[in-house]
């Protein structure tokens, strides 16, 4: 590769040899020690001083200065020695300039990228391993630090992201004897044991059939602490019970306390998508155990801040035995439910409270107790203008009102408990917000966002939602161009990538999306798409979620809520370019690094002015990176198509198969 000192050296040698003749056709006339060392500065030295006439030598040097009279030749050798000078001067600048910097060969890049004034610099540096007890390590939902936060509605669990001097520079490696994981749908009812190996379910929980270990593999019957015997058939009779979930009117649902997500897991054979949540506790990894399943799980707890999700988003919520206690802290819990169910939407619990009459005596409690908790629970979900709308044995289903009536006796009764919700507060604003006390009202100018309103699966995946009128600029024809822009993306994206699209390639995550375009352009593959919208951006996550697809709010100075080794595709677009003054782009692409499984891809949609030096980063993650056009062959956007190498830590051995 040709550099500065390459160049320099190039005319240095015809100056050099310009002085050796000179030299030679003097009389022999010798030159001091002093104008040595000065013709020697000038040779290697500042170039700035290139420009400068001889006339020093001729002050301090008149032998050298009568030799020069004698010489016929010397102004054609004395402009040229400038001209010379004066291109390494230039050739100096233009190759140390900031914005003039490029790294042609992907391939022998190995630099890393830090953003400062909107222009890329590259650094040499390489990343270490972390140590072996990092091989789950998620820095925002860390063990570790549980001591420093209380324990207050376990808040605790929730997100502590931590400070930019104790973040981790280092790659996460796998457990010892990673392999890659089972394909979908295989992969619904089976993984490798040494991909998540973790016991403490399989001991605690194998009489209610969570999971199974059996050889070198986790097997899951579809068991669940409110059925046993199997998910399939607790699922139909909720179907039963909410003949909606047939006919395409229910798409989304959230499962808070999700186990091993067997029931979100069932749903999606139902056309269903579901996001299981659950936060980081003693039940060791449940959301990795559902991602490596390839079922759609994100770390979380709802306790006092609110979920990372827009209001008015999902069509129904499930609870099967997940233990909150939903009647405590003035049902701050419930009212988060609320917030986030559709109007229309439905909220399904089995378990303590419900079927009290034949569950008690097998709940370590009394059966007054249990009547008392189920009654205040009645009470507060009727508060929260939620009507019964089924029961049978044990599950119970509520329907969110769609009916703003109810709404209206909140703001008439200055009573009421909970009270409405005042219009300083921000339905969708959900980033480290804090949960109110208070009903969150749907919005009356908002008809169509009910679940009686949308237009069923899969016709509303493409229907102008209703609320895209709230982005800025956001409109029906917009809506529709993305759409048609991003079926050409995803066709050029599989042509270089023939993985995508195919088995190999399950839980993807689009890192910075607008209107969900990716996930639609490929709703008909064996993948399912994580959604994700900046917090910092326009709020277009309630689009995507009008559409039947799902996604959360995020930050990307700050590690996602998820294990490590859980994604096997992400997509970015522009995210460099967009958050490059806000974030330093070595921790993102940390992060990237961590949630990528070995083998995995990076598909990294970006300017021209930074790919390069993406490029120079992915190579100190391990990644092999190739650099490509974009479908419409733009000079001003380039395509990285990265994969992440499997490796092993060097601290341990393993049997790579």
């Known amino acids: 590769m040709l550099t500065l000192a390459s160049l320099q050296s190039f005319i240095a040698l015809p100056i050099i040899y310009i002085f050796s003749l000179d030299f030679r056709k003097r009389e022999r006339i010798e030159v001091s020690p002093r104008r040595k060392k000065i013709l020697s500065s000038r040779i290697v030295g500042d170039h700035s001083n290139c420009y400068q006439r001889p006339k020093t030598m001729k002050d301090n040097d008149d032998k050298y200065e009568k030799a020069e009279r004698g010489s016929t030749k010397i102004l054609p050798k004395t402009a040229l020695l400038i001209l010379l000078c004066g291109l390494s001067f230039y050739l100096g600048g233009l190759y140390c300039g900031k914005n003039k910097l490029q790294v042609n060969d992907v391939a022998k890049a190995g630099s890393s990228l830090d953003v400062v004034d909107n222009s890329p610099q590259v650094k040499s540096v390489s990343f270490p391993e972390c140590s072996s007890d990092y091989q789950d390590y998620t820095p925002c939902t860390d063990p570790r630090k549980w001591k420093k936060y209380g324990t207050h509605r376990l808040t605790f669990m929730e997100r502590h992201c931590p400070p930019v001097f104790d973040r981790k520079q280092c790659l996460v490696p796998p457990p010892n004897g990673y392999k890659s994981p089972i394909r979908w749908p295989k992969s619904k009812n089976e993984c490798w044991y040494r991909n998540v190996p973790y016991d403490w379910i399989n001991k605690q929980k194998s009489n209610q059939h969570w999971l199974k270990k059996e050889g070198d593999k986790f097997h899951f019957p579809g068991g669940g602490t409110m059925f046993p015997n199997g998910v399939s058939a607790y699922v139909d009779l909720m179907q039963d019970?909410?003949?909606?979930?047939?006919?395409?009117?229910?798409?989304?649902?959230?499962?808070?306390?999700?186990?091993?997500?067997?029931?979100?897991?069932?749903?999606?054979?139902?056309?269903?998508?579901?996001?299981?949540?659950?936060?980081?506790?003693?039940?060791?990894?449940?959301?990795?155990?559902?991602?490596?399943?390839?079922?759609?799980?994100?770390?979380?707890?709802?306790?006092?801040?609110?979920?990372?999700?827009?209001?008015?988003?999902?069509?129904?919520?499930?609870?099967?035995?997940?233990?909150?206690?939903?009647?405590?802290?003035?049902?701050?819990?419930?009212?988060?439910?609320?917030?986030?169910?559709?109007?229309?939407?439905?909220?399904?619990?089995?378990?303590?409270?419900?079927?009290?009459?034949?569950?008690?005596?097998?709940?370590?409690?009394?059966?007054?107790?249990?009547?008392?908790?189920?009654?205040?629970?009645?009470?507060?979900?009727?508060?929260?203008?939620?009507?019964?709308?089924?029961?049978?044995?044990?599950?119970?289903?509520?329907?969110?009102?769609?009916?703003?009536?109810?709404?209206?006796?909140?703001?008439?009764?200055?009573?009421?408990?909970?009270?409405?919700?005042?219009?300083?507060?921000?339905?969708?604003?959900?980033?480290?917000?804090?949960?109110?006390?208070?009903?969150?009202?749907?919005?009356?100018?908002?008809?169509?966002?009910?679940?009686?309103?949308?237009?069923?699966?899969?016709?509303?995946?493409?229907?102008?939602?209703?609320?895209?009128?709230?982005?800025?600029?956001?409109?029906?024809?917009?809506?529709?161009?993305?759409?048609?822009?991003?079926?050409?993306?995803?066709?050029?994206?599989?042509?270089?990538?023939?993985?995508?699209?195919?088995?190999?390639?399950?839980?993807?995550?689009?890192?910075?999306?607008?209107?969900?375009?990716?996930?639609?352009?490929?709703?008909?593959?064996?993948?399912?798409?994580?959604?994700?919208?900046?917090?910092?951006?326009?709020?277009?996550?309630?689009?995507?979620?009008?559409?039947?697809?799902?996604?959360?709010?995020?930050?990307?100075?700050?590690?996602?809520?998820?294990?490590?080794?859980?994604?096997?595709?992400?997509?970015?677009?522009?995210?460099?370019?967009?958050?490059?003054?806000?974030?330093?782009?070595?921790?993102?692409?940390l992060e990237m690094d961590r949630i990528l499984r070995p083998n995995g891809y990076a598909i990294i949609r970006e300017s021209s002015y930074f790919v390069d030096n993406i490029a120079s980063v992915a190579k100190g993650l391990r990644w092999s990176c190739r650099k490509e056009q974009t479908e419409s062959e733009s000079e001003n956007e380039k395509l990285l198509i990265c994969q992440k190498k499997l490796w092993y830590s060097s601290n341990a051995t393993s049997e790579t198969k």
């Open 241 to 589: 019970l909410i003949p909606e979930m047939k006919d395409g009117t229910i798409r989304t649902a959230i499962d808070t306390g999700c186990g091993v997500a067997s029931w979100g897991g069932d749903l999606l054979d139902r056309g269903i998508l579901t996001v299981s949540l659950a936060p980081r506790d003693n039940h060791e990894a449940q959301v990795q155990f559902a991602l490596e399943r390839g079922i759609p799980a994100i770390l979380g707890i709802i306790s006092t801040q609110r979920l990372p999700f827009p209001s008015n988003s999902f069509d129904m919520a499930h609870c099967s035995r997940c233990l909150i206690p939903w009647t405590e802290f003035g049902g701050v819990y419930l009212l988060e439910v609320h917030r986030i169910l559709r109007p229309g939407g439905f909220w399904v619990l089995s378990g303590p409270p419900v079927n009290y009459e034949n569950r008690w005596k097998g709940w370590d409690t009394t059966v007054e107790a249990q009547r008392s908790n189920y009654e205040k629970l009645q009470d507060l979900l009727t508060s929260m203008c939620f009507k019964m709308y089924a029961k049978k044995d044990d599950i119970a289903v509520w329907q969110k009102s769609s009916d703003n009536t109810c709404y209206n006796k909140l703001s008439n009764d200055p009573d009421a408990y909970p009270p409405k919700c005042d219009d300083s507060l921000e339905p969708d604003s959900a980033w480290y917000t804090p949960i109110r006390p208070c009903v969150v009202v749907p919005s009356p100018k908002l008809r169509k966002t009910g679940l009686e309103s949308t237009p069923k699966w899969p016709q509303r995946l493409h229907a102008t939602p209703e609320r895209i009128s709230d982005v800025p600029g956001g409109n029906g024809g917009l809506f529709k161009r993305d759409g048609s822009k991003w079926k050409a993306r995803a066709k050029h994206y599989k042509k270089l990538l023939p993985a995508f699209g195919s088995d190999k390639i399950r839980n993807v995550m689009d890192m910075n999306t607008a209107y969900g375009g990716l996930a639609a352009a490929l709703v008909d593959d064996p993948l399912w798409v994580m959604n994700v919208v900046s917090s910092y951006a326009a709020n277009t996550l309630p689009v995507v979620f009008d559409r039947g697809l799902i996604g959360t709010y995020h930050d990307w100075c700050e590690a996602f809520s998820t294990y490590p080794r859980t994604y096997d595709l992400l997509h970015v677009d522009g995210l460099f370019t967009s958050e490059s003054q806000r974030c330093e782009m070595k921790y993102v692409m």
